[in-house]
């Protein structure tokens, strides 16, 4: 198994680094189906696994200055209260339930991730400069300066991708990236690093939830899973600044919808 782990961390890092979110996605069926953990088992190491990897990529993004740590913070703060209610519900959902559940989120993430490459392929190269508020504030503090619509936006935004992470493990990265360009105007490689951030807020503040819940984690096994992540999260950002973000998109997205296929071809049919 642990050799196993090796090269299916490093996969998982490297879709991580390179796109910011959606990669993350993976740990869950690559720890139940690949390396024989339980489901609560497996929800619960992807959080450490998602979390470490995060922060691992996120040194490479700052490094470009495609991180903005004031939103990220707030961002990740905002959906702490939602990881909380998440990780409670899901301790009681039974594991084949949760996984279909979890396909049907892979085969969701896939058209989001689908569609976010067809709407990047008809925008003018130069879009994302124009559109650049990323330095703008997420909340004003004074009351009456305060844009409430979007503030509501952020915050409805930031207690759903935090529910997600709570309760199927993941970090939720193909919520925020997609959240922090419209809701925040960043430019794609900004919200891709910034998302990283908030990934690691989000399962750091899950993964406490959980905390002393009859867990017993397999240390080493997580450890090496951890690492290779870690490896790949490093690489992967290298990649992002090299290989066109479509062309990624595209084939992490037939991938997801393969291990959704499988997911759900094992799981649905326990519960009829």
């Known amino acids: 198994m642990l050799a196993l782990a090796i090269p299916i961390g490093l996969l998982i890092g490297l879709s991580l680094g390179a796109l910011g979110g959606g990669g993350s996605i993976l740990t869950v069926p690559a720890l139940v189906y690949l390396l024989g953990q339980d489901t609560r088992s497996a929800t619960t190491g992807s959080l450490l696994i998602v979390g470490v990897t995060a922060l691992a990529g996120l040194a490479a993004h700052a490094r470009e200055g495609r991180v903005r740590v004031a939103q990220g913070l707030v961002f990740g703060v905002l959906g702490i209260a939602g990881s909380w209610v998440g990780s409670r519900l899901s301790a009681s959902v039974p594991p084949n339930v949760l996984l279909a559940a979890f396909s049907a989120l892979m085969l969701v993430v896939a058209a989001v991730m689908f569609a976010r ?24 503090l004074a009351p009456w300066s305060c844009d409430c619509p979007r503030a509501a936006r952020v915050l409805v935004t930031a207690t759903a991708v935090g529910l997600l992470t709570g309760f199927f493990g993941v970090g939720g990265g193909f919520a925020v990236v997609p959240a922090l360009v419209i809701s925040l105007g960043f430019a794609m490689p900004v919200a891709v690093g910034t998302s990283l951030l908030v ?35 490093v690489l992967g950002g290298r990649v992002a600044s090299r290989v066109p973000p ?10 997801l919808v ?15």
Request: glycine share 4%; aromatic share 4%.
């Open 246 to 255: 479509r062309t990624l998109s595209r084939a992490f997205t037939v991938l």
């Open 117 to 140: 490459s067809r709407t990047a392929r008809h925008t003018p190269a130069n879009a994302s400069d124009a559109t650049d508020l990323s330095r703008q504030p997420v909340l004003t």
């Open 258 to 272: 393969l291990v959704a296929l499988y997911t759900a071809a094992r799981s649905v049919p326990q519960l009829l």
């Open 199 to 233: 990934i690691a807020v989000n399962s750091a503040s899950a993964l406490l939830a959980r905390a002393g819940h009859g867990m017993h984690p397999d240390w080493l096994l997580l450890g090496t899973f951890t690492l290779a992540a870690v490896v790949g999260s």
